[in-house]
Structures are given as C-alpha cells and as structure tokens.
C-alpha cells in the first residue's frame, strides 16, 4: 500500500548510517515459589508467559508476568490466588495474544491498559462469585518490547531495579501505607504494626474494583522484579539490590531470594518473578 | 453477613456463625431468657429477641447478644473474660436515655451474652442503605446533635470518660419515637485478639492516630465526622481507601448540602487531631450553629475556611497569581510588546537565540528581536506560511504553501536552499542530525539534508500530512489524514509500524518515556507504544483533536485542548483525567509546558497561562481574535501570535 521507493529515488545520494545500529536485546525470566519456614500451605500463585515475534529484522518480546498473594480461611486463600491468576492469564491470552497473532498485526487490538483493567475486574468477579471467603493481591506486568504495563491489586509489588537502585514502582493498598502517606507511621514502624497485613482493597471482596495501572520503560541492564509480601516484609531493599546485582542469572537471583527470605524467619509464602533486559 | 470457618487452632480471622450454630427459637438461657428469634448478626455476635420469663405474666422483651469466646489457649480465654466483665460492667454503670441498657450478663461454654434493652427501630445503616439517595441535611445535623450529647456523657463519665471507640452508622439505632440510641460498644471486640494473616477491609471510622496507640475522646469525634459523611454522600468509608474523605467533597456529591455543614463536617475529620475539634461540646456548638435560622454561618472554632475541592481539579474563578505582569484599566494584562504582521498568523512562532521567527498568511517569513519586537528582516514566499520555522545551525527552515520548503540564513534571511514538494505545506519541518524532516500535503514525508535541501527519501502514505513529525532515537513519527501514525527508521525510510485510528491525524506527536502520545479528529487523545505501535491508552474528549500533546516530566502529565473548548490533563501512564480547564471556543492551539504552567490559545480569542498541576486559571490575555497557534516559550518570556496577524510578547 506504501510505495517502496528505494528503486524510484531520484538522487544519487548513498545511504550514509546516521544512526547506530541497535543491539538486540534479549529478555531473559527467573521465577520461584516457596512456602515459607512457618506456614502449612502455599496461598501464592505465579505464572510466567515470554514469547517473542520477529517483525521483520527485530525481535520483538511479548510477555506476561503475574504474582498473586491469597487470603481467607483453610483453602480459599490459594484457590482465590489461582482462580485470580488464571483468569487474569486467560483474559490477556484472549483479549491480546490471539487477536495479535490472528491478524498479524496491532490494528484492531484494544488499548492495553484497558485489557489489563479488565482482565482483574474480571477475576475479582469470579473470585467473589465462586469463593466468596476468599480474596488474593494481584500484580500483573505485560511486556511488549521493553516497555512494561503494569496493572495491580493490593500489597504484591514491583520493582525497577538497576545497577545502583531499586524502585517501587507500584502502591500498597494497605492501611498502613495510608498511614505512612499521612505521616502518621514510618515504614520501620509499618513493619511490626499489629494492622500491617491489612488492604483496603483486595481481589473478590467487593464489587466496583479500582485497579492501578503503571507504564515504565525498562532500560537495557534493568531488572523487573514482581514479588509478594513474603518477600518485601522479610528482605530489605538493599539486600535485593545485592542479590540481583551479583547473580548469574535471574533464576538464580530467585533463589537466593527466597532462601534470604527464610534466613529472615520465612514467616510467609515468599514468590519472586525476575524480569530481566540484557543488551 | 456471615463469614469463614471457625479455625479451632486459635487464630481466627473469620467466625462462622453457620445456622446449626445458632440458638432456635425457644432455646432458655439461664432458665430465664426465652430466644425468640435472631434480629442480627455481624462478625463477631449474634442478637437475638427474647423474653424475660421472670415476668411471667409480661410481656417483657429484651436483646441477648451472643459471643463466641473462642481462643485456644486457656490464658487468653481468661484474658477475654476480664475483659468482657470489665466492659459490661462499665456499661451497666452508664444511664442515659441515648445509650443501651444494660441488665444482665452470663457465659455458658465458650458463649458469652449481654441481656440488654430491646430497640425497635432501624441502625443508620439500615437507613442509608434503603434510602435511595444520601440523607437531608436537617435530619443528619439533628442526629448528629443528638449523638453529641451522648458523647458530652461518655466522656465525661466519672471515675473514667468512657470512649465510645465503634462509633459507626450499624452502632447507632434511631427508635421508634425518632430517638438515637447508641449499641454496641464494639464490646465484642474483646474477643477479636490480634489478627495474623491478612486481612482485608478496613474500618473507615477510625482515626488515623487510632493505629499508633491508645483510644482517645476525640477519636469519637472523628468517627462522627465519618458517619456524617457517610450520612450526607452515601460513599461508605469501608469501601474506600482509609483516610480519604477528602478525596470525596461533601458538595460535590451532594450539592444540597449547606457549606457550613460541609465545612464542619470536614473539620472532624482532618488528619491531625490537634486540628478537630476539641471536645464534643465544640461539635455541638458548631451543629448548633448551623441549624439556627440566621443567614450568618458560623465558622467552627480554629478559623477553618469552607473545604474546596482539592483533587480532580475543578478550576477556580479567576485568580491573578502575584507576577510581573501588568494590566490594562480593563483588567487586561499587556503585553510586553506586540508586532502587526499583514495578515492572519496560524503558525506558531520559534525564538532562538533572542530572534523569534514566525511565518504569516501573508507570505511572508518574519524575524523579529524578542526582547523588543522590532523588525530584523522578513522574506517572502509566494503563498501563505502556516508551517512553523525550525532553527538549526545557521538556518532557519520552514515550509510554505507554495509547495517549498525553505532555508534561510539566520541571520538576514538569505535563501540558501529550496526544495520543493507536490503541493502544500502545513506540517513544521523538525531537524535531527542534520536532516529535515517534513511533511506534505502530496501525502508524503521528507527526509531532506538540512545543509543543501537534496532530498535524501520520500515516504508516500494515502493522505497529506499535516501533523509535524517528531523524532526520537532514530525513529520518525507522524499522523496523517489517512487517519493513522506511522513510525519510520529515519535512516532507511522503512516502516517500522502503522497505528490505524478513526479519524485524520492533524495533531503532531510527543514522544516520551517509550509512548507516543497523539490526538486524533475521532475525539481521543491515544497513548501508543512507541516500539510496536499498539495502542496504550486512549481517552476521549468531547470533541475533535487538532492540537498537540505536551508532556510535563516532572509532573507526570500529558495536556491537549480539545475542539470541545477544553483544556484537559491526563496521567500519562494511565490517561486518567487529573483536570481540565474550560474556555469558550474550540482550541486548535497546541499547549506550550514549562515546569510550572501551561500556555495554549483558544478560537474564543484568549491566551490562557493555567497552573500546571491543578489547572486553576493564572492569567489570561484578551487578544481580539482567535489563537491557533501554538505559544513559545523562551528566556521567561511567553510569545504568541494570533488571527488578527499580531504577535504578542508578555514577561509572566
């Protein structure tokens, strides 16, 4: 539909390279679970989805990345992160990854952020319809190239993380990080505070779910991390900044977290999911 | 509102009161207490009706509350029975017609109940809930007057005050004569020990410093604040992120609502304790004030203005910020100088190096010294100039409608170089190294080296190009009638992706943080990918898209005006409304942002400067005639030229 021109220029000019050829980058995925030193079951959930499409000499990386922290009596805690998780995965797969590779290209897609709000919205219904005790945090990224969308619930979290500095790039939902906006706390003080697991907002709990969503760009060398409480409560971020930054891999970065973790007490499910942009 | 299972290990989050664990009706407790029914349930009790058999021949009703003391180990159920006796006894000793009669308690097992008076009537929550809209103010301010008294009581009760510490719509009954009557004084929170695991749901009603420590009076007080709230929007503080009534205006929701009753109301619930009131007199006396017929509404004590809207940004009346500027007998702020050009001006001007340069419908290119205003030179095309000039090196290059784009020297406008396109140009030319980028209206792109103007490539797509391009590590954007957005490697012209959208694209793009944001003739302003093309976000306004974008870094906000006469600012990353601002034409003008306002022109003749964070209006210029083009902003001053061919200068 576009004329392709090389062959009708008129000028003799030669394609002098004005701009450096950009390296490929490689996405490379680190992921684990555990269940803690003190807790009888697992009410984590993870799942990890990369795939990668050529347009035309590119790489292009499409990935899907999800943590969820489950809460409610016996067993309501990990089917409600399982339920939220896999319908969360399902929606996105649905809504983007089948449209996309049905067509061949992004015409027609929906916005992203829409999908992704949609695809929570969507999970906490059935959290609420099929496990009415049940509820679970829900931190989801979707990668497209090395820009990272990410939609989120609760006190699960992200990271950037590089080579001399760790952000959170999501908020907690929970009171005390009210409190801590407020002034009224310090988070050394939100640590131990009797109140310190409770969200004011939750997946399943309530109709009407107002779900966070974030961009960022992640710069070759960043690392994407997306972790539960068990992992942020128990290890500080210095530590993680050490562990990420002197680790061969991220699988192994995963590892030496959870194992952190427990050194720490382990007193909770700990899941880590380590995304990383290697130039 | 039943909940989970009881966990016999101790740790109890949820208590199922399941029905084979409820009493049926005729069950005796005590030999004396016959259960009638069950009236209610929450997490931690169960109510019943019953009768008092001691009065055999009466009808003598009452309420039994049933808790489940429930903690594993020995210790703490002990713990909880002191507690429980100490709390009921604190209770029996309370006599006020506004607060639940106490007569008997008794345990039996792991039970424990509360025989108290019985009310007929309904719980604030029952009201607000079968109410379809919030609750007449005159009603709210008369309960909460009433609930005050009660509060004067409690706190002042000797030995000790008594603080209510659950104040909240379920815990407070109105009777059948109209009455408040205060329940449940959160005594079955005795039993709830602490709380391992997550829980979820916070209380709403409790003040922030209520976490750090001990209950206090005035934590009641902050309570009321809340119900009343609730009261008077209907916005259940249980379902909204703790501490936030604030986010929520009373009179936004609401607009029946008096300011006196919004501003005392918002006053019990400021976050600091030490700015609420300080006793429960002082909210009396406040309410009291409200319901008196005068016209004066008394400010509650410490001087609080009435609230106003903080977030979603409704922008304020009129309100000059202290600056340089100053203003004419009208009221008009005056420029620092003005320029007349022969005709009408739709580009916007560019000033480099103290020189600003802006082409005109009457064909020419000027350059005017910005600090002044005076004529350096001018050169003339053979059509209207509506392209924007661009400065690079020694050049200064733009486009015209008579097909050519142009490159001028500087500094007397000398012509170095033409080059020459099928048909109009409206798109600005942008330079990246050392090449020009452009658009056309033959439909297609141009990659021209800027020292000589050969061109180097073209790019043809299926309508003219208006929208200017914008370049961003080594990749070309740019929109087009054909209603879409194409990205191009700027070295070999190949497309790298095409984003489809509804309606022509006149807007020009803004890259940055990896998205390209655009506006479009379909109404929306979209956020796309800039590395794949895929649409982000999109966000619609109610009118056509010409202007465009300009992103705020550090506050995290992307502005467009909008056909629709608006001025709107998003969150970037998720193209949520922060504000928008209102004028009284469509706006084809693009906005101009520096750290800390935002410029943009409107058709209804004004340039507005609006605060960048919040919207509000800082200062506005009358120019006679319509502003389409896009404001310049350099050496703090802010440049822009209207319909009316005149060019205007003001130091903000």
Known sequence: ?279 | MAAGGVTRRGTTHLIDMGAEVMLTPGTVLQNRYEILGVVGSGGMAIVYKARDRRFEKASRICAVKEMFNAAADARLRDLYRQQFDREANVLASLNHPAVLKVFDYFSEGERVYLVTEFIEGKSLEQIINESNGPIEQEKVIDWAIQICDVLIYLHNHKPNPVIFRDLKPSNVMLNEFGQIVMIDFGIAKVFQGEQRGTMIGTEGYTPPEQYRGAAEPRGDLYALGATMHYLLTKHNPQEEPPFTFHERPIRQINPQVSEGLEAVVMHALEYEIDKRFASAEEFKQALLALSRPSSLIAAPDGGVAPARAQAGGVPATVAFATSTLSFSETGNVLPVWEFACEDEITSSPTVVDGVLYVGSYDHNLYALNAKNGSFLWKYPTEDGISSSPCVWEHLVIFGSEDRMIYALTKENGRIVWTSPTRDRVHSSPRVALAHVFVGSDDHCLYNLDARNGRQVWKFEVEDRIRSSPCIHEGIVYFGSDDASVYALDIQTAKLKWKCSVNRPVLSSPTVHEGMVFIGSMDWNLYAIDAQAGWVVWKTRTKGRIVSSPAVSESLGLVYIGSQDGHVYAYDYSRGREVWRAETKGPIGSSPRVTAEAVYIGSSDGHLYCLDARNGELRWKFYANSGIVSTPAFADNMVYVAARNGRVYAFLP
């Open chain 1, 1 to 279: 539909m576009f004329k392709r021109f090389f062959g009708k220029k008129r000028s003799t000019s030669t394609l002098v390279p004005i701009v450096e050829e950009k390296e490929s980058l490689t996405i490379i995925v680190g992921a684990a679970t555990d269940k803690g030193l003190v807790r009888d079951y697992n009410q984590d959930a993870l799942f990890t989805l990369s795939a990668q499409v050529s347009q035309g000499q590119d790489l292009l990386p499409i990935g899907l990345y999800i943590v969820a922290d489950g809460m409610g009596g016996e067993q309501d805690g990990d089917r409600a992160s399982s339920l939220a998780l896999r319908t969360v995965a399902n929606w996105i797969l649905h809504e983007i990854y089948e449209p996309f590779l049905t067509l061949g290209t992004a015409a027609g897609l929906r916005p992203i952020n829409e999908v992704l709000t949609e695809a929570i919205v969507t999970a906490n219904s059935k959290v609420q319809e099929q496990l009415p005790h049940g509820g679970t945090t829900l931190t989801c990224a979707f990668l497209l190239g090395t820009n990272a969308f990410i939609a989120h619930v609760g006190d699960s979290r992200a990271y950037l993380i590089s080579r001399n500095s760790i952000r959170q790039l999501t908020k907690d939902h929970s009171l005390v990080n009210r409190l801590i906006e407020l002034g009224q706390l310090t988070p050394e003080e939100a640590k131990t505070h009797p109140q310190r697991n409770v969200l004011y907002r939750a997946v399943g709990r309530s109709g009407n779910l107002e779900v966070d969503t974030y961009l960022q760009s992640l710069p070759t060398g960043s690392s994407l991390l997306l972790c539960c409480d068990g992992l942020w409560s128990a290890v500080t971020d210095d530590e993680i900044l050490a562990i990420v930054n002197d680790s061969a891999s991220p699988q192994m970065i995963c590892r030496r977290l959870i194992a952190q973790a427990n050194d720490h007490g382990g007193e909770d499910n700990i899941t880590v999911v380590l995304i990383q942009v290697k130039g």
